[in-house]
């Protein structure tokens, strides 16, 4: 398999030119719900218990929910009275309640919950997109004394070897946190806590067309663009790398979680 010349990224997180250029990609998320649902992975069930560590009875709320993939586990857990979710996009906030999940269509910046209501609130695969100042005064106005936020991502494990890189270069899939990365948080939080794990992923190549869709690069892409990382990623998986249609592919990822509490 033929190594990518460019290393992976040592950024700590994504760059946007402005705050426009990162709503504006955000938004991307309008719509695709149903693809994403289908082919992001699941979170670690290690990534939950960290989060609810200690809590018997804990109220949540799960801010940039999406699909609902880390709400569901956090619902389902015998420590959670109640969760809520928050995302600003229609498409899923419909996939959220087709999960009987109460849903608040806001944003983290400004989320329109009451005060001190929560004892934990989660953001999964979603800090990098917010303003994190604004956001950390809001999570500090809703988020009880005690109580906590959690973050977290599952990110392609690019270093996991060299044909993997090469894959996410191609898919435009993010390669934006480098391994050991620790996210920039405001007053009046700080990373108290944090989680390393791992998983693979099993899918086949036309799913990993499909994953390509979910990501903003191409949601936000025209019809040329499109065609050219389909015929891209085409070769690469057939030809390059010798997959057959429905075969397995197996996609090693990386889980980082942090645990904030008030400095």
Known sequence: MAHSFRPPSAREAPHFATAAHRE??????????RAYDDVRP??????ADFFLAGFTHAGVVDIGAGTGKLTAALAADGRTRAVT??????AMAQALRAKNVPVVRATAEHTALADAHFDLATLAQTWHWVDVSAASRELDRIVRPGGRVGLV???????????VLRLTRIM?????????????VAAPWRVARELRTGFVDTLTPELVHTLMHTRSYWLKANAKTRSRMTANLDWYLYEHLGFAPGQPVELPY?????VLERA
């Open 24 to 33: 504006t990609t955000a938004r991307a998320f309008s719509h695709g719900a």
């Open 42 to 47: 699941d979170y670690p069930t290690a990534v």
């Open 85 to 90: 979710a928050v995302d600003p996009s229609p």
């Open 153 to 163: 991502w599952n990110t392609i494990d690019v270093s996991a070897d060299p044909w």
């Open 172 to 184: 435009h899939s993010g390669d934006i946190h480098r391994p050991g990365f620790i996210p920039e």
């Open 254 to 258: 990386r889980t980082d979680a942090f």
